[in-house]
């Protein structure tokens, strides 16, 4: 069950992002284009939501190894701490840039 789930829900997502590009090619001006406004929409707002869930997990992690770290070795949490700021900083990172596509993509269009 889950991995049907989990296959239909990264099918939808390359449907989205693949409508992007083609909302990307269209000219300006030219008529019938609300649909493609409406799929850059659902692709940004699920790229950036796609984005933070990762990032998401991806400082929970952090986090937690840090966290247990600094339990087995009290010592060493000083070198802990500067690690995992600098490890947060590039996650977020990610999360920006994903943010910065996803404006792109809604003003371009």
Same mark, same amino acid.
Do not use: N, P, Q, R
């Given at each position: 069950m889950r991995k049907t789930v989990l296959t239909l829900g990264l099918a939808l997502a390359a449907v989205l992002f *693949?409508?992007?590009?083609v909302a990307l090619a269209a000219e300006p001006g030219a008529g019938g284009t609300n649909w493609v406004k409406v799929a850059v929409m659902i692709g940004a707002g699920l790229g950036i939501?796609?984005?933070?869930?990762?990032?998401?997990q991806g400082m929970g992690n952090a986090i937690a190894a840090a966290c247990e770290g600094t339990a087995r070795n009290p010592e060493a949490s000083g070198k #802990?701490?500067?690690t995992? *700021?600098?490890g947060l900083a590039l996650i977020e990172? *990610?999360?920006?840039?994903? *943010?910065?596509i996803a404006l792109i993509m #809604?003003?371009?269009v």
């Open positions: *693949l409508g992007a590009g939501g796609i984005a933070a869930h990762g990032t998401g #802990l701490t500067t995992m *700021l600098i990172s *990610l999360c920006i840039y994903a *943010l910065v #809604l003003f371009v």
